[in-house]
């Protein structure tokens, strides 16, 4: 369980901060953690020893180099990309974080679209940052994209995630343009998912075109290193400088940079558990959109949003009687009784499919 604020500690908090509940990610001991998006296949061997190498050489009694010129310069090959155009975070958390802090702030506004990651809320808060909120389609989730344009127009911040987290769908990137050029402000795009994506799903390829669009990317979800953190945004030197000027200079530990190198220059290990982790999504998919009153929605992403009924009830009964933990949604507006199931691996899929054919 989460710690509690006491009444008299929230008294003297910081009105935007006193609003707040630590982050519980409802983690329980269970044998099938499929709550919290990870790749749970875990790295291919090659791929742990290079990492643990690069780890080992490390000078821990140093300080680490602030912008992990190493990272930069091992993502600037990938990407294709000037290192100078690239921010690395302490998980793309950090971020958005810092993007708050950089471009929010009180009297600007984000626009949102949720339901989204709830943690672009959360620092829009911290950061008295008012939100203007362009809900998504109540059956599809598909984003209204004259609405997203017109609100984008005073925006000084707009998010956009693809795939989204929870519902699984791709921004068009004729909304991304169409966004880009009615907004004076930030556009982000939010790929956390994207390596889940079908090839040129991805707005970098906007990115010559919008100097105010950024592309946000993780090292968590594809690349196995969610316990690593390191995120990372792709946009203009001027973005890239100004994120810069507001993190703390030595939020990247030496150990993740030293991970971060060698996860990225051995990426192509993790391609084949990528493509296996998309084909289990569709088999998934398949056996569970079979079962009676179980609605699942398409997705681009390495997770399934699924409607049941009484959710929060299955969600209780699959953690209890089968030791497998998903993420209940059903108190999310506009999520009415959903979960959100990671696509693990296929022993983990078939313990999933069992548990929700026997609670169906
Ligand atoms: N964006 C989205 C949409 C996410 O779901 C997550 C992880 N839950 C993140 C960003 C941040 O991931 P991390 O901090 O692990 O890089």
């Known amino acids: 369980m989460p710690q509690t604020i006491s009444a008299e500690v929230r008294a003297l908090m910081r009105p935007s901060a006193a609003a707040l509940e630590p982050y519980d990610p409802a983690f329980s001991r269970v044998e099938v953690n499929l709550s919290a998006n990870e790749n749970t296949y875990g790295m291919p061997a090659p791929a742990r020893e290079a990492t643990l190498a690069e780890i080992a050489a490390v000078a821990e009694n140093r300080y680490p180099v602030p912008l992990a010129d190493a990272v930069r310069a091992e993502l600037a090959q990938v990407h294709g990309i000037a290192p100078e155009r690239i921010a690395i975070g302490n998980g793309g958390d950090e971020l958005l974080f810092n993007l708050f802090i950089a471009f929010g702030g009180a009297g600007r ?26 809900p998504r389609d109540p059956e599809t989730f598909e984003p209204d994209a004259d609405a997203l344009v017109e609100a984008a127009r005073s925006a000084n911040l707009v998010i956009l995630t693809s795939p989204n987290n929870p519902t699984g769908d791709l921004v068009p990137l004729e909304t991304v343009r169409r966004v880009c050029e009615a907004c004076s402000g930030i556009v982000l795009l939010d790929e956390a998912y994207g390596e889940f994506s079908a090839p040129g799903a991805s707005a970098e390829s906007l990115l010559d075109t919008y100097a105010n669009l950024a592309v946000l990317h993780t090292l968590s979800k594809a690349f196995c290193l969610a316990g690593g953190r390191i995120g990372y945004i792709l946009a203009s030197t001027d973005v890239v400088a100004a994120l810069a000027a507001v993190r703390q200079p030595y939020s990247v530990s030496v150990f993740d940079q030293a991970a971060a190198v060698a996860v990225v220059r051995e990426r192509a290990l993790f391609m084949p558990t990528i493509a296996q982790i998309v084909q289990e999504r569709a088999r998934l998919s398949s056996r569970l959109a079979a079962l009676e009153g179980v609605r699942v929605w398409p997705s681009e992403s390495n997770f399934l949003l699924v409607r049941v009924p ?34 693990g691996t296929p022993e983990e899929n078939d313990r999933v499919i069992a548990a929700l054919s026997a609670l169906m």
């Open 109 to 134: 506004v984000l626009v949102n679209c949720p339901p989204t990651f709830s943690v672009y809320e959360l620092y829009a808060g911290l950061a008295e940052t008012p939100i203007t909120n362009v």
């Open 310 to 343: 009484d959710a929060h009830r299955v969600w209780e009964r699959l953690r209890d009687e089968h030791s497998i933990l998903v993420r209940d949604f059903s108190r999310t507006p506009g999520l009415a009784d959903c979960l959100r199931i990671t696509v």
